[in-house]
């Protein structure tokens, strides 16, 4: 079963796993029965081969005895065997959907609490002993039943045992559950915290934050350890006072029974098949003691991945396939402010561009253009307003069907772990011709050639290798890989040498004659003379919006403060246009 788009996918995976439980209830009765065979075995051998004398009883009796055995081998490998396979089902099923929805989550500004350790958890339980006590528990009650047939005072005894070691059981759950999940919680959050600062090395070892950073991160995983010591204390104490238990009611059935004989009100078999039966009937209750922290892991994995999937399900419904789009972009009168903030940091941005057209964007550091570039691409939505392409909303499309039109470059490149072809592709089906043909108008082929393995290099290992105006220049080739109809470069020359310089023109050029509407971040003035329309922001508004000559013509005329106010931090004339255009992030 594939889950289908449109559809909540844990709820079909959950589904489908559930509908396994029938043949595991059925397995589960088969080999419950089983187990009584020893017992009936050993009261048949006390109360009737040993009083007749019968060899003939006892061969046929031990014959049929080892054949039910390796029956219930068979039945107990087959019933293990379904679970671990519906387990890795389900972990294959859940893993790419929650890693995609865990992403588009947190682009749209959502803090799921939903990760891969969730469904971890769910494997584990359900490939675990966890299932297999729960299953076997409901059988407590029909052995429980047979030590009644063997004598109603036996009966009374294992029902009281049990019983207690249900009560065990319960407040095992209730002094842990709630701590158990908000520990698991701050696992996560710690696990999350480690890999940041992991990821960041590079800043923290030069800086010599390293022993402030991890000190910091170790006393709180101190903390937590400790948390985590006292809640599997407190469990472990539980589970011990129900192992001792149950070796106590061992003992004391074997009494009473042994007390039963001495008084003719029942048989010596019937005494040892009490005392086995009876810890066949308080095992599965000990086991689901002891797996009672799965199931809880397994409950709060659930909860955060039943809130992760049920957003896809609202945001994957059916929809129009929409034609290729000619790029016409338009912003109309969009604000946006970042999740969980009421200050916006753009305010009513409007303009438009019209298919082939290429504009640069210029503003100070924290004027809202990585912002604006975002938006323009469908990675953020707008709080209020439209970004739409060729009329519709970015969000009328779906991800993956608007993806192959459009090219992104952001300010902070991320190469994933793959070949360098796989990275230019998307890591769609890879299209030879253009991959290359991306790598030449990108001018990265050579470079890409001198790589250890071409086009087959991996990223990850060869990430040394590769220089980060090397990794800008492979970004604008994925960028611009499959001809999109509109592309954004949010300041894709900010690592490039000269060399990198005169490759991003020749591509701006390139994607001018083929018609691609282009929105470029830029402070370079070489990089504006490919521009035929020029959008200024200055706090997160439209300071000026038009044809660069227009909007460049008052540089010569009007003083630096007016130019500063237009997007500019400094202008030098030069041939008409400015030289030097600073405008960081």
Known sequence: MTPTPGADRLTLALRAVRRQFPVLVLLSCLLNLLLLVTNIYMLQVYDRVLSSGSLDTLIWLTLIAVFAIVIYGVLEHARRKTLARTASWLDD??????????????????????????VGDLRRFYAGDAVLAFLDAP?????????????????????????????????????????????????????????????????????GMAQGVFGTWGRAQSTLNAE??????????????????????????????????????????????????MGRALAPIERATGAWRAFVAARAARANLTDLFAEAARSDAPRVMLPRPQGRLSFENVIYAPPGSSVPVLHGISFALEPGQNCAVLGPSGSGKSTLCRLAVGAWRPTRGHVRLDGADVFDWSPEDLGPHIGYLPQQVELLPGTV???????????????????????????????????ETEISLHSHRISLGQRQRLALAR??????????????????????????IETLAALKRSGTTVLIVTHQASVLKC?????????????GFGPRDQLLQPVRHVPTMAVRRAGSAAVQPDAGLPENVTAGE
């Open 139 to 207: 059988w407590s009650v029909v052995f429980l039943a047979f030590i009644w047939l063997l004598h109603p005072a036996l009966g009374v005894f294992a029902t009281v045992g049990a019983l207690a070691l249900l009560g065990l059981a319960l407040a095992n759950d209730a002094l842990t559950r709630n701590r158990q999940m908000q520990l698991a919680q701050m696992a996560k959050a710690q696990q999350d915290n480690a890999n940041r600062f992991v990821d960041a090395g590079e800043t923290i070892g030069p800086l």
């Open 421 to 455: 072809a796989q990275n230019i592709a998307r890591f769609r089906e890879i299209d030879s011709n253009a991959v290359v043909r991306a790598a030449k108008i990108a001018g990265v082929h050579e470079l890409i050639l001198a790589l250890p393995n071409g086009y």
């Open 228 to 277: 985590q010591q006292t809640l599997s204390d407190r469990t472990t104490t539980i589970l011990s006072i129900a192992r001792s238990l149950r070796q106590g009611l061992q003992i004391g059935i074997l009494a009473a029974g042994a007390y039963l004989v001495l008084n003719g009100q029942t048989t010596a078999g019937a005494m040892i098949a009490a005392s086995i039966v």
């Open 479 to 504: 960028a611009i890989y499959g001809d999109p109809a509109f592309v954004v470069l949010d300041e894709p020359n900010s690592n490039l040498d000269q060399v990198g310089d005169r490759a991003l």
């Open 531 to 543: 521009a035929d329309m020029i959008l200024a922001m200055h706090d997160g508004t439209v300071a």
């Open 93 to 118: 099923q859940l893993s790419a959907p929650m890693l995609q929805q865990a992403m588009e989550s947190r682009l749209a500004g959502r803090s799921g609490r939903a990760g891969t350790r969730d």
